[in-house]
Nanobody, 114 residues
Framework: QVQLVESGGGLVQAGGSLRLSCAAS????????MGWYRQAPGQRDLVARI??????NYTDSAKGRFTISRDNAQNTVYLQMNGLKSEDTGVYYC?????????WGQGTQVTVSS
């Protein structure tokens, strides 16, 4: 069973930055894609995604502010978040997709105060 462990969340003022990390228990090179999702009341939405080849896509609200990256040697995916807004508040979950399986971390809380 793949384990994903997120870290890096916290409380930050609007306009500030955070870097989230997602460490996998095995090689991330085998995953088709990895991504970050934000849980708000009632729904979990994709924020950013990176493929095995390194191509990325972002939700419109994240474009220009967030950057997803991966370090295959460290089996870790990062989400650099700059210019944080109150609407970015939520629990951020790391996701890994391999074939038809999806794996999730336990989540890390991000709170942006205005």
């Amino acid at each position: 069973q793949v384990q994903l462990v997120e870290s890096g969340g916290g409380l930050v003022q609007a306009g500030g930055s955070l870097r989230l990390s997602c460490a996998a228990s095995e090689s991330i090179f085998d995953f088709n894609a990895m991504g970050w999702y934000r849980q708000a009341p009632g729904q979990r939405d994709l924020v950013a995604r990176i493929s095995r080849r390194g191509s990325t896509n972002y939700t419109d609200s994240a474009k220009g502010r967030f950057t997803i990256s991966r370090d295959n040697a460290q089996n870790t995916v990062y989400l650099q978040m700059n210019g944080l807004k109150s609407e970015d508040t939520g629990v951020y979950y790391c996701n890994a997709n391999r074939k038809s399986n999806n794996y999730w971390g336990q989540g890390t809380q991000v709170t942006v105060s205005s």
